[in-house]
């Protein structure tokens, strides 16, 4: 297993930025894939964006052009860069890593884009 915490949510103006950390109490290089993942209220959980180990990046559509998914090998660290937020982004944020043997998920960061 492998503890995450995220950081990085709050109050944002539609329009303006966030980035999200998700610090891992291990190498990230233990999980095959790294995501992040969203649920907003009455809705269920999405996936944003992921990270494989080798680099390969994917993104729901509705984020594409607008958020960028990165990793710090040196801090364990994944990121979620979010710029151009929309009111529709609003949801809870969730970091996920998936190993060989575990399936690990953070508790979560909230982000509110106000119209």
């Known amino acids: 297993q492998v503890q995450l915490v995220e950081s990085g949510g709050g109050l944002v103006q539609a329009g303006g930025s966030l980035r999200l950390s998700c610090a891992a109490s291990r190498n990230i290089f233990s999980a095959n894939v790294m995501g992040w993942y969203r649920q907003a209220p009455g809705k269920q959980r999405e996936l944003v964006a992921r990270i494989t180990k080798g680099g390969n990046t994917n993104y729901v559509d509705s984020v594409k052009g607008r958020f960028t998914i990165s990793r710090d090998i040196v801090k364990n660290t994944v990121y979620l860069q979010m710029n151009s937020l929309k009111p529709e982004d609003t949801a809870d944020y969730y970091c996920?890593?998936?190993?060989?043997?575990?399936?690990?998920w953070g508790q979560g960061t909230q982000v509110t884009v106000s119209s």
């Open positions: 996920n890593f998936e190993g060989v043997n575990y399936n690990s």
